[in-house]
């Protein structure tokens, strides 16, 4: 029971980002591991053996926080050449933070057989091989078609009724990500447009697009 509760409480994030309690890493290892300040209900044996655990998952570095409004039972009594104080300086005034706005380009909004018009050894299959989670792309206008292009080589296209609402809005993109891959077949296109394919099955990405509001929207 306490291990299924413990599993409701931590999230992977990303590709490699994993959010969790102590008691839902035990017995896995990260590269990275950082660690949290505050909580603390005094210095029992328990909470040391607790907070050694979660030390203990670092193969490569590993950042422990301390708060200034909290006292750390445990940090004050490392030692050592191995370890690294760091300070953060005293913050000001914040810094404006930039608003954007995320869409999600789904398969709804893509021409799903564009690359399905290359034969396999093409730049365009290369290139789309190449994609991954977080792999950045542009939007760019080419006479009626909005491409996802990669160094200028379109891998992918907008349908048209993507077409129509993105026109006006390319000015405002600031970002574009992918966020997976989707592999299609040609038996899952139309049977009129099944001849067309060069190919039996080809690549499409899912992407996020990050877009600044207009002015004067909120």
């Known amino acids: 029971f306490e ?11 990303g590709r490699g980002v994993f959010l969790g309690t102590v008691h839902s890493a035990k017995g896995r290892e990260f590269a990275h ?3 949290p300040d505050g909580g603390w209900r ?4 328990d909470e040391r053996r607790l907070y050694y655990v979660a030390m203990t998952r670092a193969r490569e570095s590993l950042t422990l926080f301390e708060r200034d409004d909290a ?7 490392l030692r050592g050449s191995f370890l690294l104080r760091v300070r953060p300086g005293r913050q000001h005034r914040a810094q404006p933070v930039e608003q954007v706005r995320y869409h999600l380009l789904g398969m709804e909004d893509l021409y799903l057989g564009f ?4 034969p396999a050894g093409h730049p365009v299959h290369q290139g789309l091989r190449r994609l991954g989670p977080g792999s950045r792309l542009e939007l760019r206008l080419r006479q009626d078609r909005i491409l996802l292009c990669d160094q200028g080589l379109a891998l992918a ?5 993507a077409v129509e609402r ?3 809005r390319l000015e405002n993109v600031c970002e574009v990500r992918v966020l997976a891959m989707v592999r299609r077949t040609a038996a899952e296109g139309d049977p009129d447009y099944r001849d067309r394919c060069r190919l039996e099955s080809w690549e ?3 992407v996020e697009v990050l877009v600044r509001p207009e002015s004067g929207s909120r």
């Open 204 to 206: 499409v990405p899912v």
């Open 71 to 77: 006292t750390n039972p445990f940090t004050p009594a």
């Open 157 to 161: 296209a907008l349908s048209r009724r």
């Open 115 to 118: 690359a399905a018009r290359y």
């Open 42 to 45: 005094g210095a029992s044996a």
């Open 33 to 35: 591991v950082l660690l």
């Open 3 to 13: 291990s299924l509760r413990e599993g409701r409480r931590e999230h992977t994030l």
């Open 166 to 168: 993105w026109r006006p």
